[in-house]
């Protein structure tokens, strides 16, 4: 999964 936020902990709640 690729992270698409700002911040590592986001790569979980937006995929690309």
């Given amino acids: 999964m690729y ?3 700002p ?3 986001e ?3 937006e995929l690309v």
Avoid: A, E, L, R
Wanted: charged fraction near 0%.
């Fill in 3 to 5: 992270s698409c936020g």
């Fill in 11 to 13: 790569s979980q709640n």
């Fill in 7 to 9: 911040s590592s902990s």
